[in-house]
T-cell receptor, first 113, second 112 residues
Framework: KAGVTQTPRYLIKTRGQQVTLSCSPISGHRSVSWYQQTPGQGLQFLFEYFSETQRNKGNFPGRFSGRQFSNSRSEMNVSTLELGDSALYLC????????????FGPGTRLLVL | GENVEQHPSTLSVQEGDSAVIKCTYSDSASNYFPWYKQELGKGPQLIIDIRSNVGEKKDQRIAVTLNKTAKHFSLHITETQPEDSAVYFCAALNQAGTALIFGKGTTLSVSS
């Protein structure tokens, strides 16, 4: 069974731009969570989607948003990029929100200049 | 707020030795505790997890122990190998059961 896939793997943007990252969960998994990983803050929860609905949200500004499609694929968007948004963005999938076993993708490394 | 502390931040062992990483959590309602291994350039890989109704779980050279009273859990790796070198993260499910709270990570180096 294929794992979680994320595209693109690397991105370079400039301040003020926006970016969209994509995640395809493991086949059969319907819950997708997004995390931001930085050297200073570590792994921090952004939000979780299930059945095309955001179920939970972490403590991030409204510039961070996401959505989920009917095939469970998910996208996250960051608008008005700031230097501090440079990070590894990780997507994790699980069978459902009740099943907390999460499997991570390889991440998208975003560099904001 | 909810917090997971992880120690040590770095750990160096000789091949064949055992390695122990410890985590403490703040929320007594947490009931799920996974451990992840992250290699350079890769996403975290789930290596073992434990739920609050179990005190210990083993999978070959890896074991996790949980002490709910003390609110701490530990990862034990026996007979370490160079390929065990990576960053290890512990996590605990938050009180609402909606998100994992991660420790800051332990960089394990196994020298041959």
């Amino acid at each position: 069974k294929a794992g979680v896939t994320q595209t693109p793997r690397y991105l370079i943007k400039t301040r003020g731009q926006q970016v969209t990252l994509s995640c395809s969960p493991i086949s059969g998994h319907r819950s997708v969570s997004w995390y931001q990983q930085t050297p200073g803050q570590g792994l921090q929860f952004l939000f979780e989607y299930f059945s095309e609905t955001q179920r939970n949200k972490g403590n991030f500004p409204g510039r961070f948003s996401g959505r989920q499609f009917s095939n469970s694929r998910s996208e996250m968007n960051v608008s008005t990029l700031e230097l501090g948004d440079s990070a590894l963005y990780l997507c994790a999938s699980s069978f459902s929100p009740e099943v907390k076993t999460q499997y991570f993708g390889p991440g998208t490394r975003l560099l904001v200049l | 707020g909810e917090n997971v502390e992880q120690h040590p931040s770095t750990l160096s062992v000789q091949e064949g030795d055992s390695a122990v990483i410890k985590c403490t959590y703040s929320d007594s309602a947490s009931n799920y505790f996974p451990w992840y291994k992250q290699e350079l350039g890769k996403g975290p890989q789930l290596i073992i997890d434990i739920r609050s109704n179990v005190g210990e779980k083993k999978d070959q050279r890896i074991a996790v122990t949980l002490n709910k009273t003390a609110k701490h859990f530990s990862l034990h790796i026996t007979e370490t190998q160079p390929e065990d070198s990576a960053v290890y993260f512990c996590a605990a499910l938050n009180q609402a059961g909606t998100a994992l709270i991660f420790g800051k990570g332990t960089t394990l180096s196994v020298s041959s």
